[in-house]
């Protein structure tokens, strides 16, 4: 939990990988993911590095992997996961992999081929057998008959030119969409000397591609003479139709058809030898794949690490430069000790210098991962600066609580929360695909700890379900008023809201034990007084925070050897915040403490207070908090604009007389300080500044020249941006107030709306039992769809505009960028 508060020391490493151990070197630094590879062949084509032929037999199998995968998912299989962590392979197995899964793809090729092949013979077959069992022939006969006997003259010619002519037929199925267009093509275009007959099949048959059912429309066409013979088989082949021969007579009509069910008795059963072997041959990928796969991902990763190293003038060895943590610099020198000594030769790994800004390292669990998160989405922290994630645990989930306090909306979030955590080692449970599910699971540690502060701020507000609850007595008492003032039962029945007079006798018997008194629910005066109440929490809160991210800014000026930023800027900030803002928490306290219930009606507004201290004037009905508060407003005033000049000169007029200073130095000194720089090993840990400096130019110490209008204009944009902000930023804390009120008063509105309706509906306890359920079920699903979902949304956003706004801007740049190890994790999984 160390590293939390501030990123890990990196250093810059390079190693020696020889030749022959380079790939067993880098597969173990793989598997333990410690050290980020620099690319220091960046103008090098990725097309003319030393490993690219090795990259490419890798593409290669992973698209047969691809098709093998295909296959797989297919026929309705699942891969199943590699068992344990395999390790990278040697170079040498991947001939061996690459022959297996060659192998298996071509089986599984000839395979489908081969079952594909019997589908469609199967298929064909089918057809052939329904075109001779739809009965066409009897009613084209029928058809000719009737015709001829129509046309037939009484006296026969002795001779002529169709004499030879006999009836031809076309037997065969086409699709069912294009039967109409067949239709119609065929009489125009044989013009009518031709009968046709189109039936639809009454069982669909299987496609044998897709495997779905499909309807067939089967036809017969008769006709006379060779040309229009040669019309209908282009036309049918034009529509793709499957043509069959057709016997007239009947006998011959059933022995085709005894024939052809004997061929597709005798292609199913070969078909099912064929899907027999099939499922074997995929039974086989399903034990080879998932390994291969992993071991080869593995493998394309260890050579392109390797394409980012460079090679030695003497080709022996590859040279490599690796970003580290300072702490696993051990465990890297025996990785590659352990790795190398099997080959020969041990790799070399020693700290360099670097004048380059080391990424930012910071180990998370599961219970920080999430608030890191929220802190990484404003911007990845710079090298060994303050994190504000630590904080975040707290003050995150502690603010949407402000906005979100409510016992019952906030014990359902945590319960829900800790459904979450409970089961978060469930395989189901990881593995779920819907993004929504893996957005909350993601942050299932966050929405526990803003459940559990919405429930004590609940208890502070006094509302459950908008409801208040009496825990401990009340404070109030009505029996003394009642008993003083001596109401009447006309004035009790005109008056159905009383008021009580905490200077009465008897009526305030002391504050509540926690939180707000449940009285306050019935009374009037109740909005007004959370309002005054709730505004003023959040104006405290507010000013609080902002300091709090000005103090940690201290740790920053103080870990980066930049001291005189504590008088230049830091002073000034608190000093100009506090004496504005703080003033103003100390007049809202005060104005608790001193003013009572006797003189409340006479009591100072602090408003009229704040808004004359900064017109320097006074208002005659207004009278002062303490005596001499004219005098101490205007000093304070005064103290918080003298603030200002030194923000926005100090720093730089320092920057420039200390450049000045360097420049004055002679030669001899300047390079002894150079030599001595980048011999220490942390040449670069206190070597990143403020942006001010960077602009500046001291970052190079090769630079000559600093330029004072950008570092006048960068500190210029940052006491601006400081000044302005403190009153907006304190303005915008007021939102912890309005969403509050939000929240309270639609739960109310809910309540009122829905389950107040419903309870005074019934007075029998069977009927109120009976429109109870679904009056309660329609208050469930509101309260968890509008309360809980949109409510709880809005109130997350606020609070991480608190956060990235009006926190972090005081200390926190975010201009870093993340290590990104070199690792095998993901392959893993």
Known sequence: MGSMFRSEEVALVQLFLPTAAAYTCVSRLGELGLVEFRDLNASVSAFQRRFVVDVRRCEELEKTFTFLQEEVRRAGLVLPP?????????????????????????????????QQALRVQLHQLQLHAAVLGQGHGPQLAAAHTYAASERTPLLQAPGGPHQDLRVNFVAGAVE?????????????????????????????????????????????????????????RKITDCFHCHVFPFLEQEEACHAALQQLQQQSQELREVLGETERFLSQVLGRVQQLLPPAQAQVHKMKAVYLALNQCSVSTTHKCLIAEVWCATQDLPALQEALRDSSTEEGVSAVAHRIPSREMPPTL????????????IVDAYGVGRYQEVNPAPYTIITFPFLFAVMFGDVGHGLLMFLFALAMVLAENRPAVKTAQNEIWQTFFGGRYLLLLMGLFSVYTGFIYNECFSRASSIFPSGWSVAAMANQSGWSDAFLAQHTMLTLDP????????????????????????????????????????????????????????????????????????????????????????KWLRVSATNAASAPSILIHFINMFLFSHSPTNRPLYPRQEVVQAMLVVLALAMVPVLLLGTPLHLLCRHRRRLRRPTGRKQEDKAGLLGLP??????????????????????AELVPSEVFMHQAIHTIEFCLGCVSNTASYLRLWALSLAHAQLSEVLWAMVMRIGLGLGREV??????LVPIFAAFAVMTVAILLVMEGLSAFLHALRLHWVEFQNKFYSGTGYKLSPFTFAAADD
């Open 82 to 114: 590699p068992e344990g962590r395999l390790p990278a392979p040697p170079p040498r197995d991947l001939l061996r992999i690459q022959e297996e899964t060659e192998r298996l793809a071509q089986e599984l090729r000839d395979v489908r081929g081969n």
């Open 176 to 232: 069912p969409h294009k039967a109409p267009a067949l239709e119609r093509l065929l009489w125009r275009a044989c013009r009518g000397f031709l009968i046709a007959s189109f039936r639809e099949l009454e069982q669909p048959l299987e496609h044998p591609v897709t495997g779905e059912p499909a309807t067939w429309m089967t036809f017969l066409i008769s006709y006379w003479g060779e040309q229009i013979g040669q019309k209908i």
């Open 362 to 373: 910071i180990r998370t669990n599961r219970f920080t991962a999430s608030f890191q998160g």
């Open 503 to 590: 200077n009465v006798t008897g009526v305030f018997l002391g504050p509540y034990p926690f939180g707000i008194d449940p009285i306050w629910s019935l009374a009037a005066n109740h909005l007004s007084f959370l309002n005054s109440f709730k505004m003023k929490m959040s104006v405290i809160l507010g000013v609080v925070h902002m300091a709090f991210g000005v103090v940690l800014g201290v740790f920053n000026h103080m870990h980066f050897g930049q001291r005189h930023r504590l008088l230049l800027e830091t002073l000034p900030e608190l000093t100009f915040l506090l004496g504005l803002f703080g003033y103003l928490v100390f007049l809202v306290i005060y």
């Open 682 to 703: 942390d040449a670069s840990v206190n070597g990143w500044g403020s942006d001010e400096e960077k602009a500046g130019g001291l970052e190079d110490e090769q630079e």
């Open 766 to 771: 069977g009927v109120a039992a009976v429109v």
